[in-house]
């Protein structure tokens, strides 16, 4: 409830005061980091700069004047329509917000928006009171508040006979689930109850008696996780309980249940939707709720394996474990809760949630919708079944095949689950494969047959999930052609993280699209419209235009999709992710040729610097997606052998949640299909294969189309800090969702434009009774007339514009018209009511005085009959009347009154057969809209398949090219390895021959290697000899040096004394010669 108000004088006099204050200071926002901006004033500023000083703490910053942004007067503070601020910036639009979160006003309308800031803790806004508060009030009538948007689909939908939607989006943790149930529990209280009880809906049994009692009540629940808030809430909707029908109950019963199932403990919320949904609840004429239906949409099924050390597995695992009776023993489940693996790697218990009162609040609510005690059996059958599962022990082998130490584990698997444990184990182990056309048995290793398990575990949890609705569906959905709608879609908002992945994508293209649906409706019609109306408007592009980023991820024309292509690659042979990602890269970023336009959604694709994947522009930002395992998360694949073995168990509700595979494999051999009969059930094969892409691309689809035919709502949840605390608001963040959620823009175009129109008939029809007189009677085109009326209702030219059909307001025109209006009529009723008062007055005293001449008339013949009495011809008449004709006509009566009633009877009798017969219809027609739903997505599928096929085929031509041209070589390299093969043999040849003559040469090398070792030996001997003959040697050498020597000396002697002899022979020569001399002379001399 909002804040108490003060007294107006106190108010009038303190907003004067602030006004003063404000007016005598020039009043800005300062950006800052911390904390977004920070109020201040100017104190100097020149052309470019401005010196502020900040207000709280006086500290003096210069900033750029661009980045200043005026502050609204303090009267606009915690305005209600943010669209009503004067200045209308970023900074403006927090402050209001934070402001009015900060008195507890958690709501406040933006335009076409509400946006509702979580409050962390449990405000008394939800009570009765409230709703009576909210009952049949126009939206300006009260304080911002989830009811009135609930009010208002409620009564366009009464009105204009028109089915609504209204969209509830924001990140996790902002408190989308908690507004979806607020609009369905405001719409069960206020819708009329006229619902008979239905007998189908009645049932004997219930779990609850074969299981610990469960607590009677039964409301909106998630009590457990803030107790007070079960208090509160039970408290406040009590009174509504006591009133509401089987089906509202029901209605709001499968909330728990779908929780249990689809929720789970994350660290940004301990009550995390892990799934989309969209509710619809229809309605009759007579305004009782006539039904209701769930679709969902990408359940996130991995978190049943795997998940963050810090969060927790689906609740339904927790609640079960913590179930006291005989049901865990029949499921097997002996263990303690860390002893399952798929729940003991991981966090176990949440703060403030009670898993036991959840458990029994569970089957309470699968009481109340209608499950059997078979039916509840089976959905925990599957649960029991998977921790089971998660516990079987797998091995390798030393050469890495796969085995099972202990079947026991398996075995009980096989129980729950009514599968022959042979088939089972084959299947995990060494299933059959197709090789080509044969069958052959094909060994797994262990972390092969354990990632068989972890896909099985989260098929079944996904397939079990996707009954439980269907049946819920069952339970609520009565269509009938003469109701309409209001839905409620309760859906993941767009968020980028770090690391972003395949399904990251699939909810931010899912976010892609409403946005544009947003757009579209509030800014494409208004062009449209107001060129249709011929109205002046200055066209600005927002640049709102989403289409270019939604081809990029969806289309399947020319230019491929992202999605798209990941179909084409998950069926081509030896395709993965790098080959994906270069495929997408060449059609998205690849040359262009000279003659192609460029695709727009080219602007959106940008490569990423480092890592395999790509970059996305979308509208609330850049997002770098990794496309890590995206062929395998696409494909989802199930081994065909375990699916077979699922689809023929004994157990109908496991064999029919599997019923599409049942002999997909028809053609396998008999020798595999042992233990089952593969012919007995002749299959059927639902559909063809969709993948995860194809299939939530259709899924969206048809969810556009249904929101595309209905009145939207928008309301945005914000997560005000990280903390999860109360009353306190971190700017960057809001200001980032407000960014991310489109509202800042919603804003900018509202107040450019004229939100409020009407046309011409329903103008004058409501507003003519304002301005009596000013229409002529007889005959009057509606465009003149309404103008006559705008001028007599004397309104300022710039509030309102004339179109060629409707008339246009300003925001908040309309207000002041209604309430303008209503006291009008407030005064024709007063008078009316007067005068129907003083006609009943004058009826009640008419009867009054015809009572009096009554009873004068009967006193009188009371007395004539006194007298009579005793009168003897009187007596004598009353014994003669019988005998006269009136008694005839007494019978006459009595029988007529007979037939009446038979006739009557008939008449009912026909009644009811004509109401069997029209359900009749109304479930044909059902169905057949259901068809027709059917055959739409088939076709687009078709469609998409043929531009499938249509690459295909062009690929195929390309490639049959290149198996011609490989042909050819095929050919020049038979002749290749013909010759080849000669040489070959020839080679062959030559090696024998060679290979005997290595081994002679072998048996050589032997006995060349036996001489060697004797040459060795003689060589050994020989060098010794040769070491003392060369002693001997250097012996003799020395001794012929010394013989030598003695040599040279008698030589030099004997050369001495040949000298010597020469010398003497001269010296006797000389001698005989003078001898001879003075011989002559002597001689002569003589
Ligand atoms: N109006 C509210 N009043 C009180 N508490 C609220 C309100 N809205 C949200 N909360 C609190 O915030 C928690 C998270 O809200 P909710 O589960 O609705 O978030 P969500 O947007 O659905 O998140 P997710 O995307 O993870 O499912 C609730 O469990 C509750 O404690
Ligand atoms: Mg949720």
């Known amino acids: 409830m909002p804040a108490p108000r003060p007294s107006q004088s106190t108010e009038a006099t303190r907003a004067a005061a602030l006004q003063a204050e404000f007016n005598e200071k020039k009043w800005v926002w300062v950006p800052d980091e911390k904390d977004g901006y920070l109020a201040g004033w100017v104190h100097q500023e020149d052309d470019e700069t401005a010196e502020i000083i900040m207000s709280s703490g006086g500290e003096i910053r210069r900033v750029p004047l661009y980045a200043l942004s005026k502050m609204n007067p303090p009267k606009f503070d915690r305005v209600e329509d943010i669209a009503d601020l004067t200045f209308l910036n970023e900074a403006s639009v927090v402050h209001n917000l934070r402001l009015r979160y900060g008195s507890g006003a958690i709501y406040t309308y933006s335009g076409l928006f509400l946006v509702a800031i979580n409050p962390y803790q449990n405000l008394p806004l939800y009570t009765d009171a409230i709703i009576s508060q909210y009952r049949s009030k126009r939206r300006d009538e009260n304080p911002p508040h989830i009811f009135a948007v609930a009010e208002r689909a409620w009564v366009n939908m009464g009105e204009e006979r028109e089915n609504q939607s209204i969209l509830i989006t924001g990140e996790s943790g902002a408190g989308k689930t908690e507004s979806t149930k607020k609009v369905i529990q405001y719409l069960s209280a206020i819708?009329?109850?006229?619902?008979?009880?239905?007998?189908?809906?009645?049932?004997?049994?219930?779990?609850?008696?074969?299981?610990?009692?469960?607590?009677?009540?039964?409301?909106?629940?998630?009590?457990?996780?803030?107790?007070?808030a079960t208090h509160v809430t039970s408290n406040s909707t009590g009174g509504a309980k006591g009133r509401l029908g089987l089906l509202e109950r029901q209605i709001l019963q499968a909330n728990p249940i779908l929780e249990a199932f689809g929720n789970a403990q994350t660290q940004r919320n301990n009550n995390s939707s892990r799934f989309g949904k969209f509710i619809r609840i229809s309605f009759s004429l007579d305004g009782s709720i006539s039904g209701a239906n769930i679709d969902w949409y990408l359940l996130e099924k991995s978190r049943v394996v795997v998940r963050s050390a810090a969060e927790r597995n689906f609740h339904v695992f927790y609640q079960l474990l913590s179930s006291g009776g005989s049901l865990k023993d029949t499921l097997l489940l002996d263990r303690p809760l860390d002893e399952y693996e798929f729940l003991n790697r991981s966090r176990r218990e949440v703060d403030g949630v009670n898993d036991r009162e959840d458990w029994d609040a569970l089957i309470n609510a699968l009481d109340i919708v209608g499950f059997t005690v078979a039916e509840q059996f089976d959905l925990f059958r599957i649960v029991a079944a998977i921790l089971h599962i998660g516990n079987i022990d797998i091995r390798s082998t030393k050469s890495d095949d796969a085995f099972m130490p202990d079947p026991s584990q398996a075995e009980r698997v096989c129980h729950l689950l009514g599968i022959p444990i042979a088939e089972f184990t084959r299947a995990i182990l060494r299933p059959r494969v197709l090789a080509g056309r044969e069958w052959v048995t094909q060994a797994r290793t262990g972390q092969q047959s354990l990632d068989e398990l972890a896909s099985l575990s989260k098929s079944l949890y996904e397939k079990s999930f996707s009954a439980l609705v269907e049946r819920i569906n069952r339970a609520l959905d009565r269509p009938s052609s003469k109701s309409t709608f209001i839905g409620v879609l309760d859906i993941a908002g767009f968020e980028i993280f770090e690391i972003n992945t395949y399904e990251q994508l699939l909810i931010n293209y899912t976010n892609e699209k409403l946005q544009q649906f947003f757009n579209h409706h509030m800014f494409v019609l208004e062009q449209e419209e107001y060129s249709r109306e011929g109205i002046e408007w200055d066209y600005v592009n927002f640049k709102l235009d989403l289409q270019p980023t939604i081809d990029l991820i969806e289309s399947s024309g020319n230019a491929i999709g992202i999605l798209s292509c990941l179909d084409e690659e998950c069926i081509m042979p030896k395709a993965t992710d790098l080959t994906f990602t270069e495929k997408v890269h060449s059609i998205w970023s690849g040359d262009l040729r000279a003659t192609e336009q460029p695709h727009p959604g080219r602007t959106k694709y940008t490569l990423p610097k480092f890592e395999q994947g790509f970059i996305i522009t979308h509208y609330a930002g850049k997002v770098e997606y990794r496309t890590d395992g995206w062929l395998e998360k696409n494909k989802d694949p199930l081994n065909d052998n375990l699916t077979r073995v699922l689809a023929s168990s004994s157990e109908p509700y496991v064999a029919s949640l599997f019923q599409d595979f049942a002999g997909v494999f028809a053609d396998m051999p008999p020798s595999s299909s042992a233990g089952f009969s593969a012919g007995k059930r002749r299959p059927i094969k639902r559909g063809a294969f969709r993948t995860v892409g194809q299939r939530h691309k259709e899924q969206l689809a048809l969810l556009m189309a249904q929101l595309q035919a209905t009145q939207p709502h928008f309301v945005r949840c914000i997560v005000p800090n990280v903390n999860k605390k109360p009353g306190r608001v971190d700017v960057p963040l809001v200001l980032d969702q407000l960014r991310c959620n489109g509202v800042l823009e919603g804003i900018r175009i509202a107040r450019l434009g004229y939100p409020n129109r009407l046309p011409f008939v329903e103008f004058r029809q409501r507003y003519e009774i304002m301005t009596p007189g000013v229409i002529p009677r007889g005959y009057m085109d509606g465009r003149k007339a309404c103008i006559r009326i705008v001028e007599a209702l004397d309104l300022d030219t710039e509030l309102f514009r004339v179109g060629t059909s409707k008339i246009f307001f300003k925001a908040g025109v309309l207000a002041d018209l209604e309430e303008r209006r209503d006291a009008l009529l407030f005064d024709v009723f007063s008078r009316l009511q007067a005068v129907a008062r003083k006609f009943s007055a004058r009826r009640q005293m008419k009867k009054v005085l015809n009572r009096a001449v009554a009873i004068r008339t009967i006193q009188r013949n009371a007395r004539v009959y006194g007298e009579l009495r005793d009168w003897p011809w009187w007596q004598l008449y009353t014994k003669v009347r019988p005998l006269l004709a009136a008694t005839r006509n007494d019978e006459e009566l009595r029988r007529k009154d007979i037939e009446l009633q038979l006739a009557k009877e008939r008449a009912e009798r026909d009644q009811r057969?004509?109401?069997?017969?029209?359900?009749?219809?109304?479930?044909?027609?059902?169905?057949?809209?259901?068809?027709?739903?059917?055959?739409?997505?088939?076709?687009?599928?078709?469609?998409?398949?043929?531009?499938m096929l249509d690459r295909s085929k062009k690929r195929e031509a390309e490639l049959e090219e290149e198996i011609v041209a490989l042909h050819a070589d095929l050919d020049v390299l038979d002749s290749q390895l013909d010759r080849a093969l000669h040489l070959q043999k020839d080679a062959d040849e030559k090696h024998e021959t060679l290979r005997v003559a290595f081994?002679?040469?072998?048996?050589?090398?032997?006995?060349?290697?036996?001489?060697?070792?004797?040459?060795?030996?003689k060589e050994a001997e020989l060098s010794d000899i040769v070491l003392t003959q060369e002693s001997s040697m250097v012996q003799l050498q020395q001794e012929h040096q010394a013989l030598q020597k003695a040599n040279e000396d008698l030589r030099a002697l004997v050369s001495q004394r040949d000298e010597d002899l020469a010398r003497v022979k001269e010296r006797s020569e000389v001698l005989v010669s003078d001898l001879q001399a003075k011989l002559g002379v002597e001689i002569r001399s003589k």
């Open 191 to 228: 819708a009329t109850d006229a619902h008979p009880r239905h007998p189908s809906h009645s049932h004997s049994a219930s779990m609850a008696s074969s299981f610990p009692a469960s607590p009677p009540s039964g409301l909106p629940r998630r009590g457990s996780f803030h107790a007070k």
């Open 913 to 947: 057969e004509r109401e069997s017969l029209e359900n009749v219809k109304m479930t044909l027609q059902a169905e057949k809209r259901k068809i027709i739903d059917e055959l739409e997505a088939e076709r687009a599928l078709a469609l998409d398949k043929d531009a």
């Open 999 to 1017: 081994d002679q040469a072998a048996e050589h090398l032997v006995r060349m290697e036996g001489q060697q070792n004797e040459w060795r030996a």
